[in-house]
């Protein structure tokens, strides 16, 4: 009765965080018990082994006691001996025990605070075992919903090097041959993206709100974002067209490797996705303002380039929903680089050149309506009409700025005049976004 009186009181003054790991220590012990049991039935010394090591790791972290014993014991969870032993089980022949290994991962990513180099240890083994032999469906749904939770996890320190290893988790099981793991595949790597660009937000939070001050210093998570998006950038062309320059870091380079598997529009679908949920970021940290820069000239190059006539339909609506993200979102921010896009899509829409065969004539024709929903959005919005009239600084930079004092509204009564002939040749929604005030040159 009074083991039971003692047990009770100590449950009663345990925090949620306590809580979560002493329910987390508890399942850890009855899988790895039971893997032990089930290892010595099929003659797996090794598993067993590795699982009889694992319990005495965790019974290490039941003695833990103190006024920090929260932390101690998130430690602990997340050192390199216990991952290590974790990995031996993965690495078994037999799924049952694969399985077990990734729901103990799963488990310890919610309140483990991980090692450098165990984080190392789980990445790499789930890159392995997805780029080897072919695994059953259920398994390979499990590596990517893993590779997503190691991402997230709160003390999981994801450097670039690590988000390479999950990104190619991904890509590797995008080729299964089961449509559903293809499916989830794709979703995984938009929100593996996701997660990594949240994590740099967080890191470069304290100096946002700072006010002032020099520039922070790239972390780690922040030089994962910065490479995410320039693979994402840079991992495919219109049909291996010439793009700008790309960042030519390994780890960069690594990931455009990766995402060069993938379809193109996802990887534009991705950047749009970050373009409007991270303007902060993008706007106000210079490194992360360069991959911004980097991500409009790469959509002002695809829109000004021929061979994005024959590019696929997905890729073309991707981009031109990305060019208008940008010129709508980031016109203020990116004035130069807005305005070049402005004209590459203008110039699209008032290019009158024939095409060589029929599917290069569906293509352009596409792309032009395209475009003229691109160039709508910016002309039914009155402020955004007038900030790319009166900006005056932007408007000398800019290469629309001719020797008249005109030129600017030379160019926005060209984008109309574009509009109204792509409304005339069948583009119903284009016509329609063409306000009766613009279509004059009084209000300018």
């Known amino acids: 009765r009074r083991r039971l009186n ?13 809580r979560a790991i002493a329910s987390v220590l508890q399942t850890l012990e009855g899988e790895l018990r039971a893997v032990s049991v089930d290892a010595r039935n099929v003659r797996d010394p090794a598993s067993k ?30 050192r390199q001996e216990l991952v290590q032993q974790l990995m031996l089980v993965f690495g078994s022949k037999h799924a049952a025990f694969v399985s077990t290994a990734l729901l103990c991962v799963y488990r310890l990513c919610a309140v483990a605070s991980f090692e450098a180099g165990a ?9 392995e075992r997805a780029c080897g032999k072919e695994t059953s469906e259920q398994l390979q749904l499990k590596l990517l919903q893993t590779a997503l939770h ?8 994801v450097d670039e090097t690590h988000a390479c290893q999950l990104l190619r988790v991904c890509t590797a099981l995008h080729a299964s041959k089961s449509a559903v793991v293809r499916s989830t595949a794709r979703a995984t790597v938009q929100q593996l993206v996701a997660v990594i660009l949240e994590r740099a937000d967080a890191e470069v939070e304290p100096w946002l709100s700072a006010l002032g001050g020099p520039p922070p210093t790239p972390g780690p998570r922040t030089r994962a974002a910065v490479a995410v998006l320039s693979a994402c950038c840079y991992a495919h062309g219109w049909s291996g067209a010439a793009t700008p320059a790309a960042d030519d870091s390994g780890s960069a380079r690594l990931m455009r490797t990766e995402l060069s598997g ?16 991270h303007h902060s970021l993008l706007t106000r940290v210079p490194a992360f303002k360069r991959s911004a820069e980097e991500i ?11 061979a994005g006539r024959r590019a696929p339909w997905g890729a073309q609506l991707r981009m031109v929903q990305l060019a208008a993200t940008l010129l709508v979102t980031y016109s203020r921010e990116l004035p130069v680089q807005c305005r070049e896009l402005l004209t590459a899509a203008v110039g699209l829409l008032e290019d009158e050149a024939m095409a060589a065969d029929d599917d290069e004539a569906v293509g352009l024709a596409r792309l032009r309506c395209l475009a003229a929903e691109a160039v709508g959005s910016v002309v039914q919005q009155p402020r955004l009409v007038l900030w790319y009239l009166c900006d005056a600084e932007s408007v000398q930079a800019s ?3 001719g020797t008249e004092a005109n030129a600017v509204p030379d160019f926005m009564v060209r984008a109309v005049n574009a509009l109204s002939r792509a409304a005339s040749s069948g583009f119903k929604k284009a016509r329609a976004r063409v306000p009766g005030a613009l279509a004059a040159r009084g209000p300018f």
């Open 150 to 157: 190691v991402a997230s996890a709160p003390g999981a320190p």
């Open 262 to 277: 993938l379809p193109y529009g996802l990887c534009l679908e991705t950047l749009t996705a970050a373009l409007q949920q």
């Open 119 to 127: 984080i190392a240890r789980v990445v790499n083994a789930l890159a």
């Open 399 to 401: 290469p629309l700025a």
């Open 49 to 78: 082994e590795a699982a009889e090591r694992a319990l005495v790791a965790l019974r290490a972290s039941a003695d833990i006691a103190g006024e920090d014993e929260a932390a101690q014991l998130s430690a602990m969870l997340g």
């Open 6 to 18: 003692a047990v009770v009181a100590r449950a009663l003054r345990m925090t949620p965080q306590e």
């Open 296 to 306: 409009a000239a790469l959509a002002a190059a695809a829109l000004s380039d021929p």
